[in-house]
């Protein structure tokens, strides 16, 4: 037995060696291409202000390329290169772009007739592609057709690839090798030898490794379905749903990469990622530079999707269930169209101005908005009654424009209406002395303080946040809502609101932003006078001596700049798709209009109560573009012990629907808790410490929205390792053990409870603990009624 261990160890170590070679080989051609990158650059420099500007253009784009080369040589990723493929003899024998053979299938005389075959190209795979000084391929990026084998290849369906590697590295050591045989029953030999095969297969080796506060990319580890989501054309749009831990937020970050180097001028437009909540964000957005993609993705939480909530003013509060319901409603458009209208008039609570200010202040005591326009013109004064000034408004808002954008037709109807009572109104006959005084009298009265004040108070610009905070007040919002909510949700979503102060300032809630997203387009944005534009380097390549030191920072400062203006993106992809309502959809489609799109959810994890509503949202946000569909089925996260557990919740939230199945099982069943001496933070904190001793990595307490902020202080004292966890904020995350807190509390929250119960339940990797407290009911073992058979 020893003998044959020694053997395996010395198997492994030369393997390990032999890889090492090619690394070492890998990065002396980096050096040396850094070292040309370089040059490259510094000559253009050199070379400064020679030839047509057309040339000078070509080179500089040039240099800026061989910039952004030299960035991502230098940046030395770890596991730079993690794969390796041994492959037969491709049938049609010939070679692609980066190399290597294009055919997928083996030649027919690949095998010979007892079996045996040798391997005649080996490929290793990376991060980035690397060719040899002679263009054979060193390395091949992961994205690059020729690595797609590397995915795919199962043994099943082996294609021409006998032997995949997985080649485990830090910096520019190799640490270990781990091979998965995909044609067995083949004798074959690689340089005349026999191929030698280590380990047993690297999924498994990831999936054991303990999780820590960020994901880690999937590279040298995608599996075949998972791959065809990433290399899926970009069609218009691919929905991809699967259970939980099926790799849906991994592959989507992936096919993000994968697009961007499939056809990088294409996203210049941006790639868009929406994620659920800010900690997802947090979770998932080192995910990217990670694949060698910065810049051109945005990863957004739906809570600071908006410029109204972007940066620190994002959104960090949920409403309670039955006010997100409404406020998520789609027939929250309807509320919204009134309000942005109805928000013109002000109630009298403003402050009253002082006396003599105002030439209309008589009425202002009863009304915010005066109801009285009086003007002095050619020496008399003429005046509009509240009855002629609401048939204008009426007037003005016949049509379904943005209520700012038309304060000019506003203003243009008033004149005329003065025009009409003015005494120059048929002063003249001839039409164009009379279009004189016209103009005259337009200019004199429109440039006169009280005509200026009066239009400020009786049309503001309004902001989509003092909207909102107008329908904090319950009369009016009741006037809005008229026909569309009923009381009980007026009263709700009014209270809510009061949290505002009157020009909108306040803590927003996730789905008040939506809400001003929609207010923002139903408002408009006045044109205002344009901000100098900044030089484009483009602009200036005639003077390059002096654009090569600033080069560089100005690009990025510029891709900054465009980044932070865009407002439509050329690809989306929403993670966590079932999530989002109906007026986040909206929110959502306003900025991919014309993109194509990746979306990825399970509906058995939707926290969301009316399904059929958001559905109806989201075709309208698509419209009617062609749609793939691809569903995920193995549950990489949870070990089936775990798994298992959580399909009878499923069962209960969604009858009928399949859970995902789970690759591995640990041996460890869950272990059910009940509050122990009437403590609930002790319990839970006691088991949270039990469970820091039992992992690695990280342990995750999931509790009942409400009890967010108890369950912080109860396990503030256990350090970093320990997060505490609102239901709703388990989204998307994952956990070495978790800790659930009262099923029942969790399910019993909303309507779609169960789900987000469900939700809680499958974020642990190794480990997961259930307490249950008086409401959960639990029998003498501790479980909980829910979770019984
Ligand atoms: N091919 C793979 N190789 C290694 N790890 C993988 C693979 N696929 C998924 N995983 C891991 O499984 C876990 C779950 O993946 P991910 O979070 O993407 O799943 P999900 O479908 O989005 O889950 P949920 O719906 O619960 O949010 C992650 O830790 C991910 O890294």
């Not at 980066?98 to 075959?117: L, M, P, Q």
């Not at 020009?503 to 996730?510: F, I, Q």
């Not at 990025?556 to 980044?563: I, M, S, T, V, Y």
């Not at 209960?652 to 009940?674: D, I, K």
């Amino acid at each position: 037995m020893a003998a044959q261990d020694a053997a395996v160890d010395s198997l492994r170590d030369r393997e390990t060696g032999v890889e090492q070679e090619h690394l070492d080989r890998v990065y002396r051609r980096l050096e040396e291409k850094i070292d040309e990158a370089e040059f490259l650059m510094q000559d253009a420099g050199k070379r400064g202000q020679v030839g047509t500007p057309g040339a000078l253009a070509e080179r500089d784009a040039q240099v800026f390329r061989a910039g952004i080369h030299l960035n991502r040589l230098n940046s030395e990723f770890e596991d730079f290169l993690f794969g390796r493929i041994d492959l037969l003899r491709g049938k049609d024998g010939e070679r692609g772009p980066d190399g290597a053979f294009t055919s997928v299938e083996a030649a027919d005389d690949a095998v010979g007739e007892d079996g045996t075959a040798g391997i005649e190209e080996t490929l290793h795979i990376g991060r980035i592609g690397v060719l040899d000084s002679d263009y054979a391929p060193l390395v091949i990026d992961w994205r690059a057709p020729a690595a797609a084998p590397f995915y795919r290849s199962t043994p099943k369906e082996p294609g021409r690839v006998v032997r995949r590697r997985v080649i485990r590295s830090k910096g520019r050591r190799v640490l270990g090798v781990e091979d998965d045989l995909m044609r067995p029953e083949l004798t074959a030999t690689l340089a005349g030898e026999a191929l030698p095969v280590v380990g047993d297969g690297a999924l498994m080796a990831a999936l054991g490794q303990a999780r820590s506060h960020t994901m880690r990319d999937i590279v040298s580890s995608i599996q075949a379905e998972q791959d065809m989501v990433i290399r899926a054309p970009a069609a218009s749009v691919t929905e991809v749903s699967g259970g939980p831990g099926t790799g849906k937020t991994a592959v989507a970050l992936h096919r993000a990469a994968y697009l961007l180097y499939q056809d990088r001028r294409r996203y210049s437009g941006g790639i868009l990622v929406v994620s659920p909540t800010p900690l997802l964000v947090a979770y998932t957005e080192g995910v990217l530079p990670s694949l060698g993609e910065e810049g051109q993705v945005a990863i957004r939480a739906v809570g600071s999707l908006s410029d109204e909530a972007s940066g620190p003013d994002g959104a960090t509060t949920y409403d309670e269930p039955a006010v997100a319901r409404v406020k998520g409603s789609s027939r929250m458009l309807h509320v919204l169209r009134k309000a942005a209208r109805g928000a013109l008039e002000q109630p009298a609570a403003r402050p009253a101005p002082q006396e003599g200010q105002l030439e209309f202040g008589e009425d202002r005591a009863e009304a915010g908005t005066p109801t009285r326009l009086r003007v002095v013109a050619f020496g008399a004064r003429v005046e509009l009654e509240a009855d002629e000034l609401r048939r204008i408004r009426h007037n003005v808002l016949g049509g379904t424009a943005p209520v700012n954008l038309l304060r000019p037709r506003a203003r243009k109807l008033l004149l005329d209406a003065l025009w009409n009572k003015s005494s120059g109104r048929g002063r003249y006959t001839d039409p164009e002395l009379a279009a004189e005084l016209r103009s005259s009298f337009d200019e004199d009265v429109s440039t006169e303080t009280p005509f200026l004040t009066f239009l400020n108070a009786w049309w503001p610009e309004l902001t989509p946040r003092q909207v909102l905070a107008a329908m904090s007040d319950e009369r009016r919002l009741n006037r809005w809502a008229r026909r569309i909510l009923n009381q009980g949700e007026v009263r709700r979503l009014a209270r809510s609101l009061r949290r505002l102060d009157e020009e909108g300032k306040g803590a927003l809630s996730v789905h008040d932003v939506a809400l001003l997203d929609e207010l923002q387009t139903l408002l408009g944005t006045p044109a205002r006078p344009k901000r100098k534009r900044e030089a484009d380097p483009l602009d200036q390549l005639t003077g390059l001596e002096e654009l090569m030191p600033q080069r560089e920072e100005t690009q990025r400062e510029r891709a900054e700049r465009l980044a932070a203006e865009r407002t439509e993106y050329a690809h989306v992809i929403v993670d966590e798709a079932q999530d989002l309502t109906p007026m986040q959809w909206r929110m959502v489609g306003r900025r991919g209009r014309h993109a194509t799109w990746t979306i990825v959810g399970d509906a058995a994890q939707s926290s969301w109560s009316d399904p059929d509503e958001a559905s109806a949202a989201r075709d309208e946000a698509l419209g009617n573009r062609p749609r793939r569909h691809f569903t995920l089925t193995v549950n990489y996260r949870n070990p089936a012990e775990i798994a298992e557990l959580a399909a009878k919740v499923l069962a209960l939230a969604m009858p009928g629907m399949e859970s995902p199945a789970a690759v591995r099982s640990t041996g460890v069943e869950p272990r059910f808790e009940t509050v122990r001496d009437g403590d609930l933070a002790s319990t839970v904190r006691e088991e949270a410490r039990r469970l820091l001793t039992r992992v690695d990595g990280t342990v995750g307490v999931v509790v009942a929205m409400n009890r967010r902020a108890e369950a912080r202080a109860w396990l503030e004292e256990l350090g970093e390792r320990v997060v505490a966890l609102g239901s709703l904020e388990a989204k998307g995350l994952e956990y070495d053990a978790t800790v659930v807190v009262s099923p029942a509390e969790i399910a019993d929250e909303s309507p779609a409870g169960l789900r987000v119960l469900y939700v809680a339940l499958t974020r642990a990797t190794q480990q997961l603990t259930v307490v249950s407290g008086e409401r959960d009911m639990p029998d003498g073992n501790g479980v909980p009624d829910l979770l019984r058979d």
